[in-house]
């Protein structure tokens, strides 16, 4: 009997909130008519609500009386409650990503800690963080070769001579980290236009993004420092 009452209870708690959600999406709307609104949830933090919005979150009331853009902090636990939320909104399906087989994978250390790579060989970014990477110990990184044909002409060809090499890692490591093309040919099958496929069919458009054990894409440059410190903080993949 006692469970029946705490299960109705809790029902109509939830059905509450989804109102009072629906009322902030709808205030929100109103306000930016040209925005796409994909979530609004309560959060514990100060009766404050989570907007988002045109990928990005905010924050506001009930009535829409004010609109914080930054980050959430919870001073309990030092936890940077915005950063875990986007990155738990914008997580990609693992398993939809390429196979294994289409990457360059490089192990150090034990190899413990896992990143997917999407990167073009022309891209200035995905040079810059190569030498983060360098910097990381025990972590398995499974590079995919995305060349972006339209922002670094050329980048297709060398791609493809590098998949081509005898040696794929070590052709990517000299030709990022010391500018030594690579003397193969790309000549040979490669995945480069199976990996376009899936990566524009996952709106992956930025090059280098970083995919974490979870999911979660960080696009663009990012220190080693930050890389370190995300696979800290990641949850596991469920």
Not at 155 to 177: F, G, N, Q
Not at 193 to 204: A, K
Request: aromatic share 8%.
């Amino acid at each position: 009997m006692l469970r029946a009452v705490l299960l109705s209870v809790l029902m109509l708690y939830a059905a509450f909130a989804a109102a009072d959600e629906a009322a902030v999406k709808r205030l929100t709307q109103a306000k930016f008519p040209q925005a796409r609104i994909d979530s609004v949830v309560k959060t514990p933090y100060g009766g404050l609500y989570e907007v988002y919005m045109d990928g990005r979150i905010h924050y506001t009331d009930e009535k829409m009386t004010f609109f914080i853009i930054g980050e959430l902090i919870d001073t309990r636990t030092s936890l940077n409650v915005t950063e875990q939320r986007f990155r738990k909104l914008t997580a990609l399906n693992l398993k939809q990503l390429p196979p294994a087989e289409m990457a360059i994978t490089r192990v150090k250390g034990d190899g413990s800690r896992q990143l997917i790579v999407f990167s073009d060989p022309m891209c200035p970014y995905c040079r810059r963080i190569e030498q983060e990477f360098a910097k990381l110990n025990n972590v398995t990184i499974r590079l995919f070769l995305y060349p972006v044909e339209k922002r670094f002409p050329g980048s297709t060809e060398l791609a493809k001579a590098i998949w081509c090499a005898p040696d794929r890692a070590r052709a990517w490591d000299e030709w990022m980290l010391s500018g030594v093309k690579p003397a193969a040919k790309g000549s040979c099958p490669t995945p480069i236009e199976e990996i376009d496929r899936i990566g524009t069919r996952l709106s992956i458009d930025v090059t280098p993004t970083v995919i974490f054990p979870d999911g979660a894409p960080m696009n663009g440059m990012v220190s080693a420092a930050d890389l370190n410190r995300l696979l800290v903080t990641t949850p596991p993949a469920k």
